[in-house]
């Protein structure tokens, strides 16, 4: 099962940030925090991870809590091309670990 | 990042027939990938560990004999979806680890079975 918990669905305005919640209560402390997006018919697209510092690049940034139970993902300025699934996943740092994919949130960006 | 292809990127085929799918990674080597599938509305679900060199690890509830999986070489593994019928109809995406630490996905295949 997947070990993270993200509202289903949200909306944002076009040129606004977007701000995707998640919850991972019960991540251990060698896990990480990745952040994937699908866009309609296309396989998933790697965004960002991070462990506990903030981290931010040329795609969004990602904020994690210090207790590291929740974290927000931000694009800071949304298109309607960023409209997609976003998927925030907890695994091992290590390349070939797998990814299980929960149910995501469903990102619409309104004009 | 990393790029992951994958070929066909649609496939049409009769009920009873077998269907290969292609994943390449181009410019890393990936002695360990991954094969999904995703049916419409849902998320991806994982099928598969394919291993370099040895026998794929199949998850629980997939048919081995029904999905074989061979990863001949450190760029390529290949999906053969065997008599394929209708319900096997679904986007199937395979990734592979490019860095030190992240998966990377291909465009997927989308199957349809007649």
């Known amino acids: 099962d997947a070990k993270t918990t993200q509202p289903t669905s949200m909306d944002c305005a076009e040129g606004r940030a977007a701000n995707l919640p998640c919850n991972h209560s019960?991540?251990?402390?060698?896990?990480?925090v990745y952040w994937y997006r699908q866009i309609h018919s296309q396989g998933p697209q790697y965004i960002i991870h991070?462990?506990?510092n903030n981290e931010t690049n040329e795609m969004a940034s990602l904020i994690i809590t210090e207790d590291r139970k929740s974290s927000t993902l931000i694009l800071p300025h949304a298109t309607l091309r960023d409209t997609a699934v976003y998927y925030c996943?907890?695994?091992?740092?290590?390349?070939?670990?797998?990814?299980?994919f929960g149910k995501g949130t469903r990102l619409h960006i309104l004009p | 990042g990393a790029v992951v292809s994958q070929h066909p990127s649609r496939v049409i085929c009769k009920s009873g027939t077998s269907v290969k799918i292609e994943c390449r990674s181009l410019?890393?080597?990936?002695?360990?990938m991954f094969w999904y599938r995703q049916f419409p509305k849902q998320s991806l679900m994982l099928m598969a560990t394919?291993?370099?060199?040895?026998?794929?690890?199949?998850e629980q509830g997939v048919e081995k004999d029904k999905f074989l999986i061979n990863h001949a070489s450190l760029t390529l593994s290949t999906l053969t979806v065997t008599s394929a019928h209708p319900e096997d109809s679904s986007f199937y995406i395979c990734?592979?680890?490019?860095?030190?630490?992240?998966?990377?996905f291909g465009p997927g295949t989308r199957l349809t079975v007649l």
């Open positions: 996943i907890v695994r091992v740092g290590y390349r070939d670990d797998k990814i299980i």
């Open positions: 410019d890393f080597q990936a002695t360990t």
């Open positions: 990734s592979g680890g490019g860095g030190a630490d992240t998966q990377y």
């Open positions: 019960t991540i251990s402390g060698n896990e990480y």
């Open positions: 394919s291993n370099e060199g040895s026998k794929a690890t199949y």
């Open positions: 991070g462990l506990k």
